[in-house]
């Protein structure tokens, strides 16, 4: 499980609707743009420091084993 979680944002369907990235949205167009972009920036860090996490107890397995 993750601490961080996606909220239902405007921005997030927008991303589907316009078929664009958050970072090609513009902020007249979509309502909080900026909170939307802060929390996939905070998912993303979470995702990748679970992924380091992960590569770091399986270097260690493999070097006690």
Partial sequence: MFYTQLHEREAFRAMFSFR????KL???EVSNLNKAIANADAFTSE??????EAK???AERLHDG
């Fill in 20 to 23: 664009l990235p958050l970072s």
């Fill in 56 to 58: 770091d107890r399986t």
């Fill in 47 to 52: 995702v990748i420091e679970r992924l380091r």
């Fill in 26 to 28: 513009k902020p007249e």
